[in-house]
T-cell receptor
Framework: QKEVEQNSGPLSVPEGAIASLNCTYS??????FFWYRQYSGKSPELIMF??SNGDKEDGRFTAQLNKASQYVSLLIRDSQPSDSATYLC????????????WGAGTKLIIKP | DAGITQSPRYKITETGRQVTLMCHQT?????MFWYRQDLGHGLRLIYY???????DKGEVPDGYVVSRSKTENFPLTLESATRSQTSVYFC???????????FGPGTRLTVT
């Protein structure tokens, strides 16, 4: 069974620090990797996607992908209280390219 | 406004009743998905559709029925609601060219 694993948290980070969120996946054929942010009571919102090994930066967010080790991470620089949310990792499986496989999410708390 | 909408946003129904959750998207995306989200389970795929008149089961389809006569609409019906179907339901869509999914605002369903 294809799986995506995340630490459920909560992960507590001081305001202004770097928050690091990690995700591992089991399907070696996975090609596309996504990070969604979900505020309490709201729907998931796509914030980053990455397809190639290495880093991808977008503002304060950096996604990192290492296919050999089968992990993908999200770094949030200069963390703000508004970054407090649950972050969902999603991966498309090689054998299931019509759907995403979802992690259970990591709850991030940014402390002022 | 363009996007993906769901109705109703909140619904309370009784055990045994039929209830239909609506999903409408204006992007002309081919793929549409229904998820449920419960504490401790994350997002679980109920049904998906690759195009009008093409639907298939996801991870947890029992007790649910879908149809897709038009590209923009993807209703989800609970034929005889049970308390275990109390959940938050999200509809999502994506186009053919990429894997990222975009979510509607969700429907919070309570079955009493």
């Amino acid at each position: 069974q294809k799986e995506v694993e995340q630490n459920s948290g909560p992960l507590s980070v001081p305001e202004g620090a770097i928050a690091s969120l990690n995700c591992t996946y089991s399907d070696r054929g996975s090609q596309s990797f996504f990070w969604y942010r979900q505020y309490s009571g709201k729907s998931p919102e796509l914030i980053m996607f990455i397809y190639s090994n290495g880093d991808k930066e977008d503002g304060r967010f950096t996604a990192q992908l290492n296919k050999a080790s089968q992990y993908v991470s999200l770094l949030i620089r200069d963390s703000q209280p508004s970054d407090s949310a649950t972050y969902l990792c999603a991966v498309n499986g090689w054998s299931s390219n019509y759907q995403l496989i979802w992690g259970a999410g990591t709850k991030l708390i940014i402390k002022p | 406004d363009a996007g993906i909408t769901q109705s109703p946003r909140y619904k309370i129904t009784e055990t045994g009743r039929q209830v239909t959750l609506m999903c409408h998207q204006t992007w002309s995306h081919s793929y549409m998905f229904w998820y449920r989200q419960d504490l401790g389970h994350g997002l679980r795929l109920i049904y998906y559709s690759a195009a009008a008149d093409i639907t298939d089961k996801g991870e947890v389809p029992d007790g649910y029925v879908v149809s897709r006569s038009k590209t923009e609409n993807f209703p989800l019906t609970l034929e005889s609601a049970t308390r275990s179907q109390t959940s938050v339901y999200f509809c999502a869509s994506r186009d053919n060219r990429s894997y990222e999914q975009y979510f509607g605002p969700g429907t919070r369903l309570t079955v009493t």
